[in-house]
Structure formats: C-alpha cells, structure tokens
C-alpha cells in the first residue's frame, strides 16, 4: 500500500469518528425531552409516554450492542483465518 493510500483511511477514520460522536451526543441530549414530546406533541398518556421512551432508548442499546457483537465476531473469524493461512 502506497502512503497516500495509508492516509486516505486515517483521514476517513478520523471523519466517521468525529460523525459518531457528534450523534451519540446529540442522542444523549434528547433522551431527556423523549417522554415530554411524547405527551405533549403526541398527546400520550404519560404512563404510555414512560413505558415508549424506555422501549425506543432499550432497543437502540440493544441494537448497539448486538452489531458491536456481530462485527467483534466477524473480526475474530478473519484474523483466525488470517493466520491460518
């Protein structure tokens, strides 16, 4: 691989890390106005508000967590197979 090649990653890496960022940290600053929008704009009762608030920010958790799991895996599989040959 040639250098400029080597840089082009990093600079692309160092782009999609600051994009990840800036969203997980304006996701965390709208978690706490999630059940508020819910009953005010979307009329919902507030015990419905609590229990949609906690099923949107449990399945994005869950959905985080199940692809970090499924790309650590998928790494592994490689580096296995990597060395192997």
Not at 25 to 52: C, G
């Amino acid at each position: 691989m040639n250098t400029a090649g080597a840089e082009n990653w990093k600079r692309t890496f160092a782009v999609l890390w600051i994009c990840v960022f800036l969203v997980c940290a304006s996701y965390t600053m709208v978690v706490p106005f999630l059940p508020l929008f819910l009953v005010q704009e979307l009329s919902l009762p507030a015990a419905n508000a609590k229990m949609w608030s906690g099923a949107f920010l449990s399945i994005g958790q869950i959905l985080a967590l199940t692809g970090l799991v499924l790309i650590l895996g998928g790494l592994q599989i490689y580096w296995t197979k990597v060395r192997q040959a």
